[in-house]
């Protein structure tokens, strides 16, 4: 599907947002355990997110780690974002040592072998990261989550590679450069998300990076529609996502990444292009009848024209989703979201 947006400028813009999910290619079944490897772009990253485990959990299920070494040996991106849920918290009977300690096991599972093969990430909070839900008297709910959070992210290791460029808020709202793809990340780990927040990336998007970059991404882990059973109700989207996307349709937005939905659906809602994650173990969609199903996406991109390509697998074999079993549109809660490829075929460069 290709689709016409103005820049800041006025001038048109011209974007192929393509979802390649099933190719008839030798890369799109995995034989004898090998991971497949789609057609490289020119800039590839890997999204990857809600892969916590039960509350307060210091070990992953065993998806997580067989997509790390794939991100490392075999896909070898350029960037991985990291949509959220990447530790266990949100419950208040854990103790105060349980929070570094989910974030240690993070860092051994996840990020380290990461930096070691030298791949920058990014990463934006989830509601059992960080949530931001706050009590009547204003202070949050899971203080104790954030406190966590913010330290181990404060550790300049654990930014190995990436070029930050606004972390005033970090690691809950900051900006940075993935070569040429500008990334900024927003606190929607709970459905607020406010009036400060929304200044601080209309700013980060009017930098000289964001400008300047062949791509902008916003990454936030609730996403501006539900399309999953369960999560299909208020509290589980942004509230005003409207007028978040509008703010991101302004400034030239290519890609809003969402997680926390635990479906995958790659879609454009009213002119914007979203990419719900899935994550390990799943829901359902709101419409059809295919199964929940695990997910961790190779997006590559190419530069002339821009060129979104999906390739989307099952961690547990690493099949390819199969785009024709995915609904051609989804009446979410919220809004109706329309697939980014009607079709699933391979109109991409060297497919």
Same mark, same amino acid.
């Given at each position: !599907?290709?689709?016409t947006r103005p820049t800041r400028s006025g001038t048109a813009r011209i974007v192929v947002l393509l979802c390649v999910l099933a190719c008839v290619a030798p890369w799109s079944v995995a034989r004898d355990g090998a991971v497949p490897d789609p057609p490289r772009g020119d800039v590839r990253i890997?999204?990857?997110? &809600?892969f916590n485990g039960p509350y307060g959990s210091v070990?992953?299920?065993a998806p997580v780690a067989r997509v790390v070494v794939a991100i490392t040996d075999v896909w070898r991106p350029d960037g991985v974002l990291l949509p959220g849920d990447l530790v266990a918290g949100q419950d208040r009977s854990l103790p105060d040592e349980r929070f570094p300690a989910m974030w240690e096991a993070f860092d051994a599972v996840v990020a380290a072998p990461l930096r070691e093969a030298g791949i920058p990430y990014v990463a934006t909070m989830g509601n059992h990261d960080a949530s931001n839900l706050r009590g009547a008297d204003g202070s949050f709910a899971f203080a104790r989550e954030r406190d966590a959070a913010a330290a181990y992210w404060a550790r300049p290791e654990h930014r190995t590679g990436l070029d930050v460029v606004a972390d005033d808020g970090a690691p809950f709202t900051f900006a940075a450069r993935l070569g040429l793809l500008f990334v900024a990340a927003i606190d929607a780990s709970g459905p607020v998300v406010d009036a400060d927040q929304r200044a601080a990336l209309s700013a980060a998007l009017g930098t000289d990076a964001a400008l300047e970059?062949? *791509? #902008?991404?916003? !990454? $936030?882990? @609730? +996403? @501006?529609v539900g399309i999953a059973i369960g999560r299909d109700r208020q509290g589980e989207v942004v509230w005003e996502a409207a007028s978040l996307r509008d703010l991101m349709l302004a400034h030239g937005v290519d890609l809003y990444v969402s997680g926390h939905q635990a479906a995958y659906y790659p879609g454009r809602w009213e002119g914007l292009e979203v990419l719900f994650s899935g994550g390990v173990? $799943? #829901? #359902? @969609?709101?419409? $059809? &009848? *295919? +199964? *929940?199903?695990?997910?961790?996406?190779v997006v590559d991109v190419w530069l002339e024209p821009l060129t979104l390509r999906y390739t989307t697998f099952d961690p547990a074999g690493f099949t390819a989703y199969d785009a024709a079993a995915l609904p051609p549109r989804i009446d979410a809660f919220g809004g109706i979201v329309e697939r980014s490829a009607r079709d699933g075929s391979c109109a991409a460069p060297d497919c």
């Open positions: !599907m290709t689709c890997v999204v990857f997110g &809600d070990t992953y299920p970059a062949s *791509a #902008r991404i916003v !990454m $936030g882990h @609730l +996403p @501006l173990g $799943g #829901r #359902r @969609l709101r419409v $059809g &009848d *295919a +199964p *929940a199903r695990s997910a961790v996406t």
